[in-house]
């Protein structure tokens, strides 16, 4: 009985020690692993979007803003890339978002999508198929958004 009642406060003092994750501890702006670009996260109903806000090279040479080139639909080729959304759909589920897309204007290619948050640090796993078969970044965030948009 005494070992019950040890193990019941130790599983409960572990269980609150944990933080809680909440579906728009997502929102606010973020800043890639690979420094190249900085992405808000914003809310529309129940659905998670993400725009590029910020771009460490936002212009080609001659000074003209860099476009979405590598879309595989060429009616996007002339769409800025700064303010293209790359993360669409993604739904909170328990402790991370899921079931959305993350769009890479690099190679054209669009990723399944799953995210989780730990501190102000997040994983963006974009992914083929199943999730063991893609890459995960660390994202760091910047600025958290006050509220939902």
Known sequence: MKMFFILCIASIT???GQEITKP???LGTWSSNLEKGHVEIFRQGDHYFG???WLKKPTYE????KLDKKNPDKSSHLQPLMGLC??????FVKDH???GTIYDPESGKTYSCR?????NTMELRGYIGI?????TQSWTRLTPLASAN
């Open 14 to 16: 572990s269980f609150y």
């Open 24 to 26: 728009d501890d997502i």
């Open 51 to 53: 725009k590029i806000v």
């Open 62 to 65: 001659d000074g003209t803003a």
């Open 86 to 91: 790359v993360l669409k759909n993604l739904v």
């Open 97 to 99: 978002w899921e079931t």
């Open 115 to 119: 995210i989780s948050i730990k501190d």
């Open 131 to 135: 999730s063991m078969i893609g890459r």
